[in-house]
């Protein structure tokens, strides 16, 4: 017997035995006992050590393997390692060093549940109970450190152990020849089961020893898990220095069955962030309850405060109200007088959105429209902020507000379920907890409510000093860690929201008016089967668990979290890309405003026409997913400029750059240059020539450099526009006219150029304002390779 079995199938592997197997063989690790870590390295944060002992640990034990094989020794002990770590301390300190390494793998190590269900039905049997493991633990350290971990009623069953560092062979090398003959069993009697292939399937099979692999994870999840880790490490420096990179998820995502890339994202991706979430909120609930002297009722924001809701039910059972109070409706019950206004309309970027400020403001398009004269664009929005903080039109704001307010008091009422007087918690993703800033005023004034705010990702940008907390904020992570994880934040928005239009207005009973939902069925559907995996994940959290590590507590589950976020965040897998790319994010503000998730078309334009200095000048839903297909050095590229806020410039990156003849002339001189281009990404080349305010025309004599060339861009741009300087800025490209001469196109944008072609753009017209000529484009064959190399 030759096979390979999954986490949910080893519990009954056992009917799969051939006859005459009277000996059940289990590895130790990763078999019979998992850790809490992703790695096991991660165990020796423990240590205490200054600068941290995982680095020092490790190279301990390179050490002491290169010293083992000089000296023919085999496999190494525990006590060889730390007489290379420390080699001037007495056996006194090696044996309290060795004591608090074996504490730390006890608090991080756990029995896994369907293996422990093995060995019962293995011992209902009548079989033998046999561990062999690849270990410098000796048999009386593994014992020991199984019964910590797993139980003595598990450490009981097992009837022998054989460790690698006792025989001074492994198991791939032959340590089954010594475990045979210590039994007095054939090979054909024994089935052995572990998670290493080559150590636990191809060493037994010579002695003829049937084997079972156990294949933990499949090949994205082993990714998503590695991942997992690098994202701790980089949103959080004391991961895999003072602190493991904790997993406590990897037990219960080996056990999923549905190997669906959308379930699996639900399941191994979101489930454990908004379980531990939820989690979270549970505590916080009790903790303010007891603060405040009343039980609190939990109030989940809708939209996108509905998965967190449905998580929390599915975990703990009641999980309070779910109350539709968004963004538009808030502010428009914020109104209370000219300062609430002014404050709104200077908190306004210029985008000439007169329909959006109208309607925040409870104005009908036809007043909006006479507030700024009949005016559109950003002319139009200022004389619209000056006229609307005329007395007059002030008043009918706050009226209207007063009276949406109102309702919106009713909403929480009847929906709700709140009474005046009563302690409450608003709970939603987040980011800053506007809707806290804008509402709490208006349920404090007229309902007498304790307000509090928990959000899943906190940060305040101006602190507001109320009573709000982040699972993850400035307590967890500094600011540019959270400034990071708020940028493609909108992905998780989208899984999280529910499937109906966002409220706009409320019946005076308090019902919700919500505007019709515009996004696609195709989308609900995904987000639907990410959901229920998500809520399945919550409501078997702890399986896998024979007993739950001690480790694992509400710091671990965070540090978990964090790490899982930051992941899908900046470094997503293929098939999630491929999920998100059908997505359309929803604008709101009382807007059917629908934008695509991610275009990773547009991105590879980018990429193409500036280089990798589009990494901080674009401003994407989600970036880091339109940059996945591009390769993983672009995406952590982004993570780390993002996370640590490094300061990059286009400059920095113009490296390895060529240059060819050109000229620039105007209606009264002629002068030849030589124009320097750099590469940007995908062997494409962006060069740039300043043409004043519709000065100068440009020749540029592409033949001179290549044989073969193809354009992607040839456009004027303004020369203070070229780069963007602020989000939502972008400059408006003029296609160039193009005359050609010697350039014969041979497909579209692919051109054979001769010796002296020359590519001619007239100056752009009617400019006012100093542009540049942008040229992107690609040698696919160099003319002269030592011209290729000439530097700029």
Known sequence: MKTSVRAHQIAGLLDQAPEGVRVLSLDCFDTLLWRNTHAPHDVFADLELEGGAVWPRMRAENRARRASRVSAQGEVTIEDIYRQMWPSADEAAITAAIDTELDAEARHCFGFAPTADLIRAAKAKGMQIVVVSDTYLNEPQLRTLIGR???????????????????????????FEHVLGALGVPGEAVLHVGDNKAADQDGPEPFGVHTAHLVQFDAECVQRLRMEAAAASLIDDRIRSTAPAYQPHRAQIALRENDDPVWALGHDVLGPVMHAFAAWVKDEAAEMAERTGKPVKLLFLLRDGYLPQRVFEAAFGAAGAAVEISRFTARKASFDGPAAITNFLTGQNDHGRLDILGRQMLLSNVEAM????????????????????HPRNVAKVVERSSAFAERLCAHVRNVGGVEDGDAVMLVDLGYN??????????????????????????????FSGLDKKGFFDQRHYDHRVLHALSGPIAVIEQICTIEQGSVVDYAPDGEARRKASDVKGGQNDTRDRIQEACVAFAGEVGAGFLTAPKSDDAECRRAMAGAILARLLFLPTASEVELFQRFHHDVNLGTSDLVQMLDIDASTSGLRRRGPSYLNDAYRIYLPGELQPHGLPLNLALFSVQRFGIDLRTSDFQVGQVSFPAFVADNKSQTTIRVSAHPTHDGYYLATVPVGAGRFAVGIQLGALCEWVQIDEVGFYPVDGFIPQKEGE???????????????????GLFRCDAGALMLTPPPAKVSEPHLLSIVFRPLVWREVAEMKQAA
């Open 730 to 748: 972008r400059a408006t490209m003029l296609p160039a006219e193009v005359v050609r001469d010697g350039m014969h196109e041979q497909a579209s």
């Open 370 to 389: 006479k507030l700024c004269d009949n005016r559109g664009g950003k002319a139009g929005q200022r004389l619209f902020a000056k006229n609307a903080l």
């Open 149 to 175: 971990a797993a139980g003595d009623e598990v450490a009981g069953l097992i009837d022998r152990i054989f460790c690698s560092c006792e025989y001074g062979v492994n198991k791939h090398d032959g340590l």
């Open 433 to 462: 907890g506007t809707v806290q800033n804008m509402i709490q005023p208006v349920l404090e004034e007229r309902m007498n409510l304790t307000v509090a705010g928990r959000y899943l990702l906190l940060r305040e940008e101006s």
